[in-house]
């Protein structure tokens, strides 16, 4: 399965292995989801063409699209108006999460020059280099629980702004009965996930005091 989770205009990412499903958070096909940070016209732009690829590779071959193969499709894409003249590079970086049946679950990252990366983890948008560093320390291969439990820590982290269910979106992607199921959490499932969050670091630094005060007598 795959946590999504965003919020305007920070975006955090990860893989444990979406139409529109909220602003910022799309729906690609029916494997694949992505959301983005940038230029909005652009990525509108974008996103029409992913979902046209999509559906076109439907149409002709009956199934859907494999997800690097729509990811490279874009990227080549992107690249072409970096040396086309009198065009300038779409100013937009996407994550994709998908599932297909040669990889499984999937994540891949793409720039404003067309070139993608794949990763089992990673963020884009503000403070993502922090968030990225919070990633490679924390992620341990979670289950779906644990992994929004850390899509949440790292957004709390690296957000200018305090945690609001309002301001953020998160989606999953899973799959259910040898189909890819993606689902947006509700405002109350978010809200519920930052109450939690919060309670753990309140933990924490109770911990954290009382071992202070016993190392102070020692």
Not at 16 to 37: F, H, P
Not at 55 to 83: D, F, M, W
Not at 100 to 116: A, E, I, K, T, V
Not at 192 to 211: G, S, V, W, Y
Request: hydrophobic share 40%; with cysteine; charged share 20%.
């Amino acid at each position: 399965m795959s946590v999504l989770g965003a919020d305007y205009p920070h975006i955090s990412l990860f893989s444990v292995d979406i139409q529109v499903l909220a602003e910022k958070i799309y729906r690609l096909s029916d494997n694949i989801a992505c959301t983005v940070a940038g230029i909005t016209a652009d990525a509108n732009i974008l996103i029409n063409h992913l979902r046209y690829w999509a559906a076109e590779y439907k149409l002709s071959y009956g199934e859907h699209i494999p997800v690097e193969q729509l990811v490279q499709t874009l990227c080549n894409e992107k690249q072409r108006y970096t040396q086309v003249g009198g065009k300038r590079p779409f100013g937009v970086s996407l994550l994709y999460m998908g599932w297909d049946q040669h990889f499984g679950y999937q994540l891949y990252q793409s720039d404003p020059s067309g070139n993608y990366t794949g990763w089992k983890a990673t963020c884009i948008g503000n403070n993502h280099q922090a968030a990225v560093s919070l990633l490679k320390q924390e992620y341990k291969s979670p289950n779906l629980a644990e992994a929004k439990k850390l899509a949440m820590k790292v957004l709390s982290k690296t957000l200018d702004v305090k945690l609001s269910a309002e301001k953020m979106e998160m989606a999953i992607l899973t799959r259910r009965n040898d189909k890819t199921v993606v689902e947006e959490l509700t405002n109350a499932e978010v809200s519920q996930l930052i109450k939690e969050h919060e309670e753990r670091e309140k933990e924490q630094e109770a911990q954290q005091t009382a071992f202070s005060l016993n190392a102070s007598f020692l």
